[in-house]
């Protein structure tokens, strides 16, 4: 069964400065999706990027990237200009057949 | 991305009652989901809402306590059955949309339940 981990439960950064969330998995496939969600207090689960695993390239959303290491099977998140919005709950998720499976989440805080 | 919407978005229910929650998609999707997410968790697939047939549930979870229907592409309830304090959760819907990429999944906004 895949798993996915997400091993900072929390963070918290300046405004304006870029911080990284991290998201390791455990799969045997080798196609497969990797997504980060946002989910602020208003409780909605909001896509913030998404990841295809066999392309090379790390997908890019404005001031979200991703840092894409499939060997190491590892898919952290980096958001640079921190806001005070991006205060929330943020989820990495694996797909590799409809069926999405979720890290345990980070709490990102931002201090102004 | 497809509009979900979700009635209610909380309730307040007594044990051993049953509550039912609404997802409606704005446009014709090709799967529906429903997930738990237990207070401080992450979430947890219940089913896959099936158009037309009985949903597929995920391990640990039963027909009888969380019966789902599904008449239509766009639409889709839960129902959590004969409820006790343990199901307090926020429960979402989620959907992959026609045109769209079929492995991505956008969300509700969720169903706030307290069982007292």
């Known amino acids: 069964a895949q798993t996915v981990t997400q091993s900072q439960p929390e963070m918290s950064v300046q405004e304006a400065e870029t911080v990284t969330l991290s998201c390791t998995y455990d799969?045997?496939?080798?196609?497969?999706?990797l997504f980060w969600y946002k989910q602020p207090p208003s409780r909605q689960m909001i896509l913030v990027i998404r990841q295809e695993a066999y392309k090379q390239q790390n997908a890019t959303e404005n001031r979200f990237s991703v840092n894409f290491q499939k060997a190491a099977k590892s898919f952290s998140l980096k958001i640079s200009d921190s806001q005070l919005g991006d205060a929330a709950m943020y989820f990495c998720a694996y797909n590799a057949g409809n069926m999405l499976t979720f890290g345990g989440g980070t709490r990102l805080m931002v201090k102004p | 991305s497809a509009v979900i919407s979700q009635k209610p978005s909380r309730d307040i229910c007594q044990r051993g009652t049953s509550l039912t929650i609404q997802c409606q998609v704005d446009?014709?999707?090709?799967?529906m989901f429903w997930y738990r997410q237990q207070p401080g968790q992450s979430l947890t697939l219940i089913a896959t809402?099936?158009?037309?047939?009985?949903?597929?549930?995920e391990s640990g979870f039963v027909i009888d306590k969380f019966p789902i229907s599904r008449p239509n592409l766009t639409f889709s309830t839960l129902t959590v059955s004969n409820m006790s304090p343990e199901d307090s959760s926020i429960y979402l819907c989620?959907?992959?949309?026609?045109?769209?990429?079929?492995?991505?999944?956008?969300f509700g906004p969720g169903t706030r339940l307290t069982v007292l």
């Open positions: 799969t045997s496939e080798s196609d497969y999706y």
């Open positions: 446009s014709q999707v090709t799967m």
């Open positions: 809402a099936n158009q037309g047939s009985e949903a597929t549930y």
């Open positions: 989620s959907a992959t949309h026609v045109g769209g990429w079929t492995d991505t999944q956008y």
